[in-house]
T-cell receptor, first 112, second 112 residues
């Protein structure tokens, strides 16, 4: 009954590497989101997409980019990973009428 | 500016206590308010509220929305240690394709 799947649970990358985090949903949702979650800071929105090839910056887009070539897939890209991007990354999807949002299982990224 | 604010930030209670968590919001084109429980992994959905005054209930958890005063509460009765978690509320914003905004969360710890 998996609805939102993130490609990795745990990742360890080196500073300067290009990192791809993938998210796939099977609910035909228009809206998809990438958040990062850090202790004491809650969930912070990085980017969201409301349609294929459409994207909007969230609260903390610096150092990140996204890609949505197909409706079911939303990718988060760290162009040049830095240690301050060590975090839990959560993908979510939401239907057009603002109903229940589903989350992926999260990716814990460590940049060394 | 749209915002979602939760209180208290954290709460420590003993098993059997009743707790009330608060979520206030200011968003344009309000459609719904969502409650999530987050333990060690990704948030899991609890309730979606769209109408004022109608209580949603699931076991020992219940929630209600007040659209006039712009807040929602989540009640947990007869708390158990398994209720220890971060509780998040979120509001899909009406503009730009239902961007999902989260409050900062309430960290609940239930002691035996």
């Amino acid at each position: 009954d998996v609805k939102v799947t993130q490609s990795s649970r745990y990742l360890v990358k080196r500073t300067g590497e290009k990192v791809f985090l993938e998210c796939v949903q099977d609910m035909d949702h228009e809206n998809m989101f990438w958040y990062r979650q850090d202790p004491g800071l809650g969930l912070r929105l990085i980017y969201f997409s409301y349609d294929v090839k459409m994207k909007e910056k969230g609260d903390i887009p610096e150092g990140y980019s996204v890609s949505r070539e197909k409706k079911e897939r939303f990718s988060l890209i760290l162009e040049s990973a830095s240690t301050n991007q060590t975090s839990m990354y959560l993908c979510a999807s939401l239907g057009i009428w603002g109903t229940e949002a589903f989350f992926g299982q999260g990716t814990r990224l460590t940049v060394v | 500016e749209d915002k979602v604010v939760q209180s208290p930030l954290s709460l420590v209670v003993h098993e059997g206590d009743t707790v009330t968590l608060n979520c206030s919001y200011e968003v344009t084109n309000f459609r719904s308010l969502l409650w999530y429980k987050q333990e060690k992994k990704a948030p899991t959905f609890l309730f979606m509220l769209t109408s004022s005054g109608i209580e949603k209930k699931s076991g020992r958890l219940s929630s209600i929305l007040d659209k006039k005063e712009l807040f929602s509460i989540l009640n947990i009765t007869a708390t158990q240690t398994g209720d220890s978690a971060i509780y998040l509320c979120a509001v899909p914003k009406g503009n730009a394709g239902n961007m999902l905004t989260f409050g900062g969360g309430t960290r609940l710890m239930v002691k035996p």
